[in-house]
């Protein structure tokens, strides 16, 4: 996912809780319940974000080794060297994702 989505479910959650607090003040519960719900959208959100990132990054480090494999059955080191690349670029996305 872009970091643009994850800002835009990122302040939807903040925007829910801000409203679950007013509601929670003032005493009404239609906002309280109101705030809630965006959470969980965002929370669901942010989920799938993570999910599809996650699936991402297990493909490009398929390709890495995929690569560093084929270099390596056809003795060629620079095939090898971008396939490792790549799958230190992919856990290192993954480490970020959690």
């Known amino acids: 996912?872009?970091?643009?989505?994850k800002a835009k479910h990122a302040a939807q959650n903040l925007?829910?809780?801000a409203k679950e607090t007013t509601g929670?003040?003032?005493g009404n519960d239609e906002v309280r319940a109101e705030g809630q719900a965006d959470q969980d959208e965002a929370r669901a959100k942010q989920t799938?974000?993570?999910?599809?990132?996650?699936?991402?990054n297990a493909s490009q480090q398929a390709k890495g080794k995929a690569r560093e494999v084929a270099g390596a059955v056809t003795d060629?080191?620079?095939q090898q060297a971008k396939?490792?690349?790549e799958q230190v670029a992919a856990k290192a996305k993954?480490?970020?994702n959690k």
């Open 1 to 5: 996912m872009t970091v643009g989505d």
């Open 15 to 17: 925007k829910g809780k």
């Open 24 to 26: 929670t003040v003032t």
């Open 48 to 56: 799938a974000d993570k999910a599809k990132d996650t699936v991402q």
């Open 76 to 78: 060629d080191e620079g």
């Open 83 to 85: 396939g490792k690349a």
């Open 94 to 96: 993954q480490h970020l």
